[in-house]
C-alpha cells in the first residue's frame, strides 16, 4: 500500500506540525506502506519524507518542472518522477497510491485534498481521502464540511467519504480498514 501524502512545502509556526510530519513519516515506513509526496526537501515535506527514508521506507516523489528550480528537489528518494505540470502531478500521484492524507498545508495542499476528495466523491476512485487534522489546523474545514451538508451541497450518501483523524492511532486505523478492504478486493 502507497499513501499520498499532501502538506506544505513550509513547516508552519508551531514545532507540533513538524512533530506529526516526522512522527507519519516513520509511522508510514515502519507500517510497511509506500509514501508519495511531493517531492521536496522544503517544509513538512521534506520532513515526512526524511522521517520514511530514516526509516528504510520507500518513498517517492513527484514534481512538477516548472518547481524543480523552485523548491529544493530531493535526491535522495526511492524515485522521482519529473512532471509536466500540476495536474500531472496530481494524476500521477493518484495513480501511485492506494491512499490520500493531508495534513497541515496552504493552498496547494487543499488543492490536491480536494481534488481526490471530489474524485472519489465523482467515483472517479474508491480510495480513503483523510485529514489529518493535527492540533485543530482543520476545524474550520470540518464545520465547512457540515454547513455544506446541512445546505444540501453534500449529500448524505457522501458524507461517508469525509474522514478525518486526530491523532496517529486513527489515522492508521482508518488506513488498515483500507487496507483490509483493498486485501479483500483481490482475493
Not at 508551531?14 to 512522527?23: D, G, L, N
Not at 495534513?103 to 474508491?126: K, R, V
Request: net charge negative.
Amino acid at each position: 500500500m502507497r499513501i499520498a501524502v499532501y502538506c506544505g512545502s513550509s513547516s508552519g509556526k508551531s514545532s507540533v506540525y513538524v512533530e506529526k510530519a516526522i512522527e507519519l513519516g516513520k509511522m508510514i515506513a515502519r507500517s510497511g506502506y509506500g509514501l508519495v509526496y511531493g517531492g521536496s526537501t522544503q517544509g513538512l515535506m521534506g520532513k515526512v519524507a526524511d522521517a520514511a527514508l530514516a526509516e528504510g521506507g520507500e518513498v517517492i516523489g513527484v514534481m512538477p518542472e516548472h518547481l524543480v528550480n523552485k523548491e529544493k528537489l530531493h535526491k535522495g528518494l526511492t524515485e522521482l518522477y519529473i512532471v509536466e505540470s500540476m495536474h500531472a502531478r496530481k494524476k500521477k500521484m493518484s495513480d501511485l497510491s492506494d491512499a490520500f492524507v493531508a495534513i497541515p498545508g496552504g493552498c496547494g495542499t487543499l488543492d490536491e485534498y480536494f481534488e481526490a476528495f471530489t474524485w472519489a466523491q465523482i467515483g472517479l476512485h474508491a480510495k480513503p481521502v483523510i485529514l489529518y487534522n493535527v492540533n485543530g489546523f482543520y476545524d474550520g474545514l470540518v464545520q465547512h464540511f457540515e454547513k455544506m451538508m446541512e445546505e444540501g451541497f453534500l449529500r448524505e450518501s457522501q458524507h461517508e467519504l469525509f474522514l478525518v483523524a486526530t491523532s496517529l492511532e486513527e489515522l492508521f486505523e482508518m488506513l488498515e480498514m483500507s487496507n483490509s478492504n483493498l486485501v479483500h478486493k483481490d482475493v
